[in-house]
């Protein structure tokens, strides 16, 4: 008896001593399964695949040990899958093995085995190893209903007492399921959409034909952003491990809104308009906002990525302004998980410039009495640029143009008597815009009211379109 002692010590020095150069490791699964966040819960059941733990010392028939199975943080096990897991062993090489494995204990938190080793367990060497292997691990709750969360299990060998490690001085982790979006957009920036001074309908009336495709018309604006339905690098999967999520199967419906400074100045009954991958869905517009819904049946039956096509139409009959900016957003309802705000969103999707400045101001006056002065003076830092002017009246009033409606600025300084811009039906004061056909940066632009001996006062004109304004709201 003393000897045997003796030798099973010694074979016990030998196997911690084994464990610093030959430690036992995980080598299945080779990589994670990847899930799709669209597909599960936090209490779907996971199915993982086989977990392959790689022997890293040798045993002999009486070295019985036990392997204890545990969830890694965030999940618990179905406890009844531990049976289901009963190790297996696999030999490589010239490697011998075999064991009997029992039950120890079995639940949410670990899955504990008995190995009682029936035939020596070779020691690695080359091509010689002795694996176990624990297949059908189901994890019964879990992160993974949350993008880039993993999922897997801890393996440890311990004596059969389970007072002393084995192979290992810790446990050793396998990360078996990582979960991400199968489905997302992409809203690339679209600057390419100008509207036109020149445009035969009136200044702004338009826009400059062409850009980027998919191109603008004189009449149209378009812009496009992609539903990547699981078409990305990576093949997001169900809960099965084996079947690709797509919305066609998985998906009840895509939300899309396009949120937007102005939706003014557009066509009275089609204002916008949407080509999906299959079908035309319809389009509600708001003073801020456009919405429409994509369904399962509005896109391609395939795990690739598909365009969706805005289309916005001028009245043809208003000024569409100098800038806009428009965002793009997809709230996504799914069968399985839980709604999502799609990734790849963008409020900055749509950009619209101009060809031209706009200047307006509020109030001038037309008094034509003596000694009052009445002007607008123009800075104009480019070469001479055409401009019509846009005056508005007071409720009840009508405006008449006036010589000075229309001309052009000279390079440099041009002043303008008020007077000459437009007349009212009555009365002497109203509000006006200019539309310069110049760049937004050569043209600045004041009204001026000088009263007979009285106090004068300059007006800086405000361009009227967001990001135009320079300071305060002035173009000064």
């Known amino acids: 008896m003393k000897m045997f002692t003796v030798k099973a010590t010694a074979l016990a020095i030998a196997s911690v001593c084994g464990s610093a150069a030959f430690a036992g490791t995980i080598t299945l699964p080779a990589t994670s399964t990847k899930y799709a966040v669209e597909s599960l819960v936090g209490t779907t059941d996971i199915t993982l695949p086989t977990i ?27 406890a009844a899958s531990c049976t289901a897991a009963l190790p297996t062993i696999t030999l490589g090489g010239a ?39 624990f297949p059908g691990l189901v994890l019964d709750t879990h992160t993974l209903n949350i993008a880039g969360n993993t999922g897997g299990v801890t393996v440890g060998l311990w004596d059969l007492g389970e007072t002393a490690r084995i192979d290992n001085s810790a446990d050793v982790t396998a990360t078996a399921a990582l979960s991400g ?10 600057t390419a ?29 378009v812009a496009k952003f992609t539903v990547n ?11 099965d491990g084996a079947t690709a999520w797509q919305f ?7 939300a899309v809104t396009i949120s937007g400074t102005n939706f003014t100045g557009l066509h009275a009954t089609t204002p916008v308009t949407v080509a999906a991958p299959v079908g035309a869905p319809a389009v509600t517009v708001g003073a801020s906002s456009a919405t429409f819904t994509l369904l399962p049946a509005n896109i391609n039956a395939a795990n690739t990525a598909q365009d969706v096509t805005v289309t916005m139409t001028a009245a043809g009959n208003t000024s569409l302004g100098t800038s806009r900016s428009f965002g793009v957003s997809v709230l996504a309802d799914v069968v399985t998980g839980a709604d999502e705000t799609l990734a790849g969103g963008n409020t900055s999707w749509w950009t619209w410039t101009a060809n031209a400045v706009q200047l307006s101001a509020p109030y001038f006056s037309t008094d034509n009495g003596t000694g009052v002065l009445t002007r607008f003076f123009f800075q104009n830092l480019g070469p001479a640029a055409t401009y019509t002017a846009a005056c508005q009246a007071e409720t009840g009033k009508t405006v008449t143009t006036g010589t000075a409606a229309s001309g052009t600025l000279a390079a440099g300084q041009t002043v303008i008597d008020a007077k000459n811009v437009c007349s009212f039906s009555s009365g002497i004061r109203g509000s006006v815009t200019f539309t310069i056909n110049a760049p937004v940066a050569n043209i600045k632009g004041a009204y001026n009211l000088a009263l007979n001996g009285g106090q004068t006062a300059f007006l800086p004109l405000e361009r009227p379109y967001g990001n135009n304004n320079t300071t305060n709201g002035s173009s000064y």
């Open 248 to 254: 066609t199967v998985d998906g009840t419906s895509m």
């Open 229 to 239: 339905n699981n078409s990305g690098a990576t093949t997001w999967l169900k809960p």
């Open 193 to 221: 959409t100008t509207a036109d001074v020149n445009n035969t309908n009136g200044p702004l009336y338009g826009f400059v034909n062409g850009g980027a495709a998919p191109a603008d018309t004189t009449s149209t604006a």
């Open 52 to 78: 392959r733990y790689q022997m890293g010392v040798a045993r002999t028939t009486a070295q019985d040990f036990t392997v204890i199975v545990k969830p890694t943080a965030g999940a618990t096990f179905t």
């Open 95 to 133: 490697a011998t093995g075999a064991f009997t494995p029992t039950i120890k204990r079995a639940s949410t938190t670990e899955c504990a085995y008995e190995i009682d080793v029936t035939t020596a367990f070779s020691g690695p060497a080359g091509a010689d190893l002795v694996s176990l292997n």
């Open 181 to 190: 979006n199968a489905l997302s957009i992409t809203a690339t920036a679209d």
